[in-house]
C-alpha cells in the first residue's frame, strides 16, 4: 500500500486514541451490539486512474477550459476598471458584462464536456460559442463599434447546440 493509505489508515484506525476508544466501546457495549462494532483494519484509497483515462482520451476540451476560464478573469479585471465612453457607457458596461458572464459559464461548462459521449462535437460548439458571442460583445463593448454584433446570435445558437450536443 502506498504511503497516503497507510496514512489515513493510521489516523483514522491504528492510532492509539482510535485503538483505545474503539475497545472501550467495544467492551462496554456503548453503540450497538458488538458484532456491529468490528472496526475495519485498512481504508481503501478511490483509484482515480479511470477518469485521467477519460480526461486524456477526450481531447483538449479541459485545457481549453483552463485557458477559457483564465482569459476571462483577466478579461474580467479589464472590463471592470476600463474606462468606457461616456455617450453610451451604461449600455457598453451591460454588453460587457453579458459576455463575461457567458464566458465564465461556458468555461466552467468545458471542463464536463470529457464525460460527454460525443465529446468533440459538445466541445467545439461551446469553445465557437465562446469566441462569437463572447468575442464580439467584448469588441462592442471595448470598441463601440457594432460591425461584428451579427457573430452574437452565431454564438448564442452554438451554446445552445453545445449544451444540447451534451445529451446525445
Same mark, same amino acid.
Given at each position: ?15 492509539? !486514541? ?10 462496554? @457495549?456503548?453503540?450497538?451490539? =458488538?458484532?456491529?462494532? #468490528? ?5 481503501? *484509497?478511490?483509484?482515480? #486512474?479511470?477518469? $485521467?483515462?477519460?480526461? =486524456? +482520451? ?10 477559457? @476560464?483564465?482569459? +476571462? !478573469? ?7 476598471? =476600463? +474606462? ?6 451604461? #449600455?457598453?458596461?451591460?454588453?460587457? #458584462? ?7 459559464? $461556458?468555461? !466552467? ?20 460559442? *465562446? ?20 457573430? +452574437? ?16
Amino acid at each position: 500500500m502506498g504511503y497516503l493509505a497507510d496514512s489515513v489508515n493510521y489516523v483514522i484506525f491504528t492510532n492509539p !486514541v482510535s485503538t483505545g476508544l474503539g475497545q472501550i466501546i467495544k467492551k462496554t @457495549g456503548l453503540i450497538g451490539s =458488538k458484532s456491529n462494532m #468490528e472496526m475495519p483494519s485498512t481504508v481503501q *484509497i478511490y483509484n482515480y #486512474e479511470p477518469l $485521467h483515462k477519460l480526461a =486524456k +482520451a477526450s481531447g483538449p476540451f479541459v485545457r481549453i477550459a483552463g485557458l477559457m @476560464g483564465a482569459s +476571462a !478573469v483577466v478579461l474580467g479585471a479589464y472590463g471592470a476598471h =476600463k +474606462a468606457y465612453p461616456e455617450e453610451n457607457k451604461e #449600455e457598453m458596461k451591460r454588453i460587457y #458584462e453579458t459576455a463575461n458572464k457567458f464566458h465564465f459559464i $461556458h468555461s !466552467v461548462a468545458l471542463l464536463g464536456v470529457p464525460m460527454c459521449r460525443k465529446p468533440v462535437i459538445s466541445g467545439t460548439l461551446l469553445s465557437l460559442g *465562446i469566441v462569437m458571442f463572447c468575442g464580439s460583445c467584448y469588441y462592442t463593448a471595448f470598441t463601440g463599434d457594432r460591425r461584428f454584433r451579427r457573430l +452574437a446570435p452565431i454564438g448564442g445558437t452554438c451554446f445552445i447546440l453545445g449544451w444540447l450536443a451534451m445529451i446525445l
